[in-house]
Structure formats: C-alpha cells, structure tokens
C-alpha cells in the first residue's frame, strides 16, 4: 500500500503561485504514474497533470503553460503552479497508480482571490 499526503496549499491573490508538495509513504519504489487532480464547489474531480516513472507529463489544456508537475527519486511529487486565476480555486488531490490500483491523499485546498 501507499500513504500520500499533501500539503503546500493555501490563500494566494490571482497571478500569485503556489508549490504543492505530495508525500508518499509505504511501498513507494513500486509507484509508476503520479499526478495532481483538482475538485472545486459542486464539479466533478478533474486531471490537472501527470506525471510518469520515467519523467513523462501531461497536462490540462486549462494549465499547460502555468503549471509545472515533477518528482523526486522518494516519489515526492511537486505542482508548481505559477499565475493562477481565481478558477483554480479547487481542492487538489495527490494520486498514485501501484500496480494498477491507484491510491489519493485527502487533499488540500487552494483559494485564489481576484
């Protein structure tokens, strides 16, 4: 099993940026895919961006250019998140695929004001 947990979220003005920051715990020399989705008020849960063992990333059409997902050799994954507009305001969700059973942190919330 993997353990994620996620943190890095916050208040941040529009045009501002963000890091956050996913941990992974467990059994984590097995994880492959990791990658970010978002949640805001009343929609569904939505891919932000992923990211491969091997350093390969895919993004939303609605981040390419802001957004930047990586990780490190612990399996930490990253979402710089750079101009950021008040639709962005969501809860963020870390994600891991082990196996082909994919695993989530609880989440956290980022508020971006206009």
């Known amino acids: 099993q993997v353990q994620l947990v996620e943190s890095g979220g916050g208040l941040v003005q529009a045009g501002g940026s963000l890091r956050l920051s996913c941990a992974a715990s467990g059994n984590i020399f097995s994880i492959g895919t990791m990658g970010w989705y978002r949640q805001g008020p009343g929609k569904q849960r939505e891919l932000v961006a992923t990211?491969?063992?091997?350093?390969?990333t895919n993004y939303a059409d609605s981040v390419k250019g802001r957004f930047t997902i990586s990780r490190d050799v612990k399996n930490t994954v990253y979402l710089q998140m750079n101009s950021l507009k008040p639709e962005d305001t969501c809860i963020y969700f870390c994600?891991?695929?082990?196996?082909?059973?994919?695993?989530w942190g609880k989440g956290t919330l980022v508020t971006v004001s206009s």
């Open positions: 990211i491969t063992y091997g350093g390969y």
């Open positions: 994600n891991a695929e082990v196996r082909g059973v994919y695993y």
